[in-house]
């Protein structure tokens, strides 16, 4: 765990309505972090970039945790002036003064991060580095967070998997595949329905799963 922002400092969360950054919001509140905004980072079709979830989607989870959401449009190519864009607002409005973010352990996310983070003159806080992934996951799972696979590598995980909540089966299929059961490698990605802090379960309907060359994605509409 590295928190870098001190007990009640204002914070966002960078927030993709997966798991991981799910997880990392609940271990910042629990330190005493003042969770302020949820920030996420959407293409221009109103998805998430990473887990491709609906902006609508986000938007009810942001309701349901009473947690006020900023969306940012960006592409890859200008992922790092949104992101800028982003903090220099929510500094101004929410006086924010560090951000949180999901990542476990991949190297060159905590450079970017501290990269970014330092360019804004904000703290940086990482509640789940380094810890073991099959913790993680455990800790999920224990704490009794749902967290349904929205989207997943073809190549690596059956399709079979896409709507299931990450349960102790998931995990040892992950483990025995020797790839990685938080997904740090993009094998898959959640979509957090209900835990802690929601006020009540996240209500959706499943769609049609779209597929690319690499990925399989299940649509959910709320």
Not at 33 to 43: A, D
Not at 90 to 109: P, S, T, Y
Not at 189 to 216: M, Q
């Amino acid at each position: 765990m590295i928190l870098k922002s001190s007990k009640g400092e204002k914070v966002f969360v960078s927030w993709s309505g997966g798991k991981d950054s799910y997880l990392a919001l609940l271990k910042a509140k629990e330190a005493g972090l003042q969770i302020v905004s949820l920030l996420s980072f959407i293409s221009a079709d109103g998805e998430s970039r990473s887990h491709g979830i609906k902006t609508v989607v986000l938007e009810k989870q942001s309701e349901l945790l009473s947690i006020p959401l900023h969306t940012e449009i960006v592409t890859w190519e200008s992922y790092e002036d949104g992101f800028t864009r982003a903090v220099e607002y929510l500094k101004k409005d929410h006086l924010v003064a560090g951000g949180v973010f999901g990542d476990i352990n991949l190297a060159e996310h905590r450079q970017w991060v501290e990269k970014m983070c330092k360019s804004c003159d904000i703290n940086y806080n990482l509640p789940l580095w380094m810890m073991k992934e099959e913790d993680v996951s455990k800790e999920l799972i224990n704490r009794k967070i749902k967290a349904m696979l929205v989207a997943l590598r073809h190549d690596l995980l059956s399709e079979k998997w896409l709507g299931r909540y990450m349960d102790e089966e998931y995990i040892q299929h992950c483990l025995d595949l020797k790839i990685s059961p938080c997904g740090e490698g993009g094998e898959a990605h959640t979509l957090v329905t209900d835990g802690p802090l929601f006020s009540k379960p996240l209500p959706y309907k499943k769609g049609e799963i779209l597929r690319d060359e690499k990925r399989a994605l299940l649509q959910v509409f709320v």
